[in-house]
């Protein structure tokens, strides 16, 4: 048999699956006492404690910053299949392209030229219909777990 070393990890549980999170991967949380979300890679786990480190420029080295897993209050991961994840970015931005294409056509049409601009129930249906689509693929795909009763974050180790 041989010995391997044993890996830390920080897990977030929540009802119907595990989020794994291993030094280098990127963390996205809020911590307690903490406007907005933080994001960087773990450095390290330890029993009870993140630890980021980032290099300063002015004093040429590395600094540490810990935080306590009884510090964070949420934590951001994107869930799903690579293809939804695109979709949430992709089809919003088609729908405001088709949109400005369909109703600004008579403006840079030839044959057109001259003709009101109207907004036809088409338009607003089809443009609408992919804003809409790629709303709830984004919103099912990007996940926000307030970490609590439900969700818990743990430190775990691989064997």
């Not at 994001?39 to 630890?51: H, Y």
């Not at 799903?80 to 729908?95: D, H, M, V």
């Amino acid at each position: 048999m041989t010995s391997r070393q044993t890996i830390r990890y920080i897990a977030v549980d929540y009802p119907g699956g595990r989020k794994r999170f291993f030094a280098g991967d990127e963390f996205v949380f809020k911590a307690k006492g903490q406007s907005g979300k933080i994001r960087d890679n773990i450095f390290a786990v330890t029993d009870s404690t993140l630890v980021f480190a980032d290099f300063s420029e002015i004093t040429n080295q590395q600094e540490y910053t810990e935080y306590r897993l009884s510090d964070i209050r949420k934590v951001y991961f994107m869930k799903g299949s690579s293809l939804a994840t695109q979709a949430g970015y992709l089809l919003p931005a088609a729908g405001a392209l088709y949109f400005i294409m369909d109703f600004f056509g008579p403006v840079w049409n030839r044959e057109l030229k001259g003709s009101s601009l109207e907004l036809t129930s088409s338009t607003a249906i089809v443009s609408g219909g992919l804003i809409g689509l790629g709303a709830l693929c984004y919103k099912s795909t990007h996940k926000a777990m307030k970490i609590g009763h439900r969700n818990r974050l743990k430190v775990l180790q691989t064997f």
